[in-house]
């Protein structure tokens, strides 16, 4: 079971970003697929998350209107499109899986660094 994020970078305030989480391992559309973040110095802030048939997805009120989460089934994939940046989305970002979209996730990627600086 293996979750791999990539796409992070360095991005002006108001630049995008699209993060992309390749799944491999298990049953890839039977997961929710989250992504969390840590900010330097800060615990882990839920973002987005994803259910497998793709027909629910759920925002922090921080990153609403300015993030879109997406999948792919077929390619394994999860996306976080990321307008809009500000200094304060700056984190190291992962996704996780959860089986019931409760939260608990159980297998976690090693995280790709967002940075928004000015």
């Known amino acids: 079971v293996q979750l791999v994020e990539s796409g992070g970078g360095l991005v002006q305030p108001g630049g995008s970003l699209r993060l992309s989480c390749a799944a491999s391992?298990?049953?890839?559309?039977?997961?929710?697929i989250g992504w969390v973040r840590q900010a330097p110095g800060k615990g882990l802030e839920w973002v987005s998350d994803?259910?497998?048939?793709?027909?629910?997805?759920n925002y922090a009120d921080s990153v609403k209107g300015r993030f879109t989460i997406s999948r792919d089934n077929a390619k394994n994939t999860v996306y976080l499109q990321m307008n809009s940046l500000k200094p304060g989305d700056t984190a190291l970002y992962y996704c996780?899986?959860?089986?019931?979209?409760?939260?608990?996730?159980?297998?976690w990627g090693q995280g790709t660094q967002v940075t928004v600086y000015s």
């Open positions: 994803i259910n497998g048939d793709v027909t629910r997805t």
């Open positions: 391992g298990f049953t890839f559309s039977n997961y929710y």
């Open positions: 996780a899986r959860d089986l019931a979209g409760w939260g608990a996730y159980d297998c």
